[in-house]
């Protein structure tokens, strides 16, 4: 029976390294999976993924009804389709980013969940796991292995982006699979090793 994991975290976080990790246990245990993230890399995604890195000026509304867009596109042209292959779909960030990175206040987070309902109606994920690494580690990884940052990655902006995670899947938490991964003094094998038994693969 097919699954959809979603990984979610602060940029340097590592959820895009244990989001591939998590593909090649599928596949050395012959489980068909299907990877993918978002932005996506279709056009939308690649649209939004420029905005992000400041390659045009787009206001905060304007990148959230644009990753609301890109969550719908994609969930209808990729997930959807490879959950009914009966295929495991992990997919690095979703719709939490959405209500984390463009809800900036009250207001407009409303108008996010709104924006995000069509995708939150048509497939919530069965599991979603939440990287949890301190800010001052992720900015630290993130000077020392990236040439270029986006818009979002500076030390005030993931600290206030953690809040937000939190305080989103505290919301969140009665309708849907939100687990946290703690991460304080773990190995990249031992935080995987935990994603395994919260998954009880």
């Known amino acids: 029976m ?19 990790r998590l593909a090649e246990w599928f596949a050395a245990n012959n489980k068909p999976c299907f990877t993918t993230r978002q932005p996506s890399d279709d056009k939308i995604g ?13 206001e905060n509304e304007t990148l959230a009804l644009l990753f609301a867009a890109e969550h719908y596109q994609h969930y209808c042209g990729k997930i959807a389709p490879a959950l009914n292959r009966g295929e495991y779909v992990i997919c690095d960030r979703y719709y939490y980013s ?16 709104s924006y995000n309902q069509a995708v939150m109606t048509a497939k919530k994920p069965d599991a979603v796991l939440f990287i949890d690494v301190s800010p001052d580690e ?12 986006s818009i979002f990655e500076a030390l005030d902006k993931l ?22 991964i703690q991460t304080e003094n773990l190995n990249e094998d031992s935080v995987f090793d ?8």
């Not at 690649?46 to 787009?58: D, N």
């Not at 935990?194 to 693969?201: P, R, Y």
């Open 159 to 180: 600290t206030l982006q953690r809040e937000r995670f939190l305080s989103i899947f505290k919301h969140l938490g009665e309708t849907e699979n939100i687990i946290t």
């Open 2 to 20: 097919s699954k959809f994991f979603v990984i979610e975290g602060l940029d340097g976080s590592g959820k895009t390294t244990q989001a591939r």
């Open 98 to 113: 959405n209500f984390v990175y463009q809800g900036i206040d009250a207001p407009t987070l409303q108008r996010i969940f």
């Open 46 to 58: 690649e649209l939004a993924r420029a905005a992000t890195y400041g390659v045009f000026p787009a």
């Open 194 to 201: 935990k994603i395994l038994e919260a998954l009880q693969l």
């Open 138 to 149: 992720c900015m630290r990884r993130i000077n020392e292995s990236r040439a270029q940052t």
